[in-house]
């Protein structure tokens, strides 16, 4: 009897053992394919999270050169410019100077057409910009008063002479039909500036000329085309 109790709890203990070692082994199991799944899905995430926050090698570049494109383009836009070596404009009020006596040289010439005009040739001889407002006055030798203007020929802005630069004015000498009277022939003749008291000696090429009472003179122009039209 005591035998069988025996052999009956060494069968029992033997089971328990077993059954033991079975559930040790499904805990390990499952506990390595839960290990493996969280790593996998670990992995995934990362790649995932990845994709989303980079840029491909080929659209950095393109973004890169788009930026440098714009970048220089604005760079050449904001060092354009333009202006003298010194900065300053030869055209502003403070570098002009009116033209006078002082400042210039004149030359008057008889020209064949139209019939007894003469051209006056104003050269600006100074370093700068000099304006010339109005009329010349002439002054012809013997002349006891100084001509009319030419009203008509009056420009729409003042002639403005850069240096070396030439004006032109054109003096009708006489009436062709002979209604200025006898007139007298001149030898000399001077030239007045607007604004100034000061007289130029104008080189009278040919020597002479002959005027008489209709003696009248334009104002100055910018070529001698429009003077000679007056």
Same mark, same amino acid.
């Given at each position: 009897?005591?035998?069988?109790?025996?052999?009956?709890?060494?069968?029992?203990?033997?089971?328990?053992?077993?059954?033991?070692?079975?559930?040790?082994?499904?805990?390990?199991?499952?506990?390595?394919?839960?290990?493996?799944?969280?790593?996998?899905?670990?992995?995934?995430?990362?790649?995932?999270?990845?994709?989303?926050?980079?840029?491909?090698?080929?659209?950095?570049?393109?973004?890169?050169?788009?930026? /440098?494109?714009?970048?220089? &383009? *604005? !760079?050449? $836009?904001?060092? =354009?410019?333009?202006?003298?070596?010194?900065?300053?404009?030869? +055209?502003?009020?403070?570098?002009?100077?009116?033209?006078?006596?002082?400042?210039?040289?004149?030359?008057?010439?008889?020209?064949?057409?139209?019939?007894?005009?003469?051209?006056?040739?104003?050269?600006?001889?100074?370093?700068?910009?000099?304006?010339?407002?109005?009329?010349?006055?002439?002054?012809?030798?013997?002349?006891?008063?100084?001509?009319?203007?030419?009203?008509?020929?009056?420009?729409?802005?003042?002639?403005?002479?850069?240096?070396?630069?030439?004006?032109?004015?054109?003096?009708?000498? /006489?009436?062709?039909?002979? &209604? *200025? !009277?006898? $007139?007298?022939? =001149?030898?000399?003749?001077?030239?007045?500036?607007?604004?100034? +008291?000061?007289?130029?000696?104008?080189?009278?090429?040919?020597?002479?000329?002959?005027?008489?009472?209709?003696?009248?003179?334009?104002?100055?122009?910018?070529?001698?085309?429009?003077?000679?039209?007056?």
């Amino acid at each position: 009897m005591r035998t069988r109790m025996l052999a009956a709890a060494t069968v029992a203990l033997a089971a328990l053992s077993l059954t033991a070692c079975g559930s040790e082994e499904k805990v390990r199991d499952e506990g390595a394919a839960k290990s493996s799944q969280s790593t996998s899905e670990d992995a995934a995430a990362g790649s995932s999270s990845g994709s989303d926050d980079a840029t491909p090698s080929s659209d950095r570049t393109k973004t890169s050169g788009n930026g /440098s494109g714009s970048e220089s &383009s *604005g !760079g050449k $836009g904001a060092n =354009a410019g333009t202006g003298t070596a010194d900065g300053s404009d030869p +055209d502003a009020p403070e570098n002009r100077v009116p033209c006078t006596a002082a400042n210039t040289s004149v030359t008057a010439a008889p020209v064949p057409r139209p019939l007894n005009y003469m051209l006056i040739t104003i050269t600006n001889t100074g370093s700068k910009l000099c304006d010339l407002p109005g009329y010349p006055i002439l002054k012809f030798e013997g002349a006891q008063s100084v001509p009319p203007v030419i009203e008509d020929s009056k420009p729409q802005a003042v002639t403005s002479l850069k240096p070396g630069g030439k004006g032109y004015a054109a003096a009708i000498l /006489s009436a062709g039909d002979g &209604s *200025g !009277g006898e $007139g007298y022939t =001149a030898t000399s003749l001077q030239i007045g500036f607007q604004g100034s +008291d000061r007289m130029a000696d104008a080189a009278l090429q040919g020597g002479d000329v002959h005027i008489d009472s209709k003696l009248r003179v334009s104002y100055w122009q910018s070529d001698s085309a429009t003077a000679l039209g007056s």
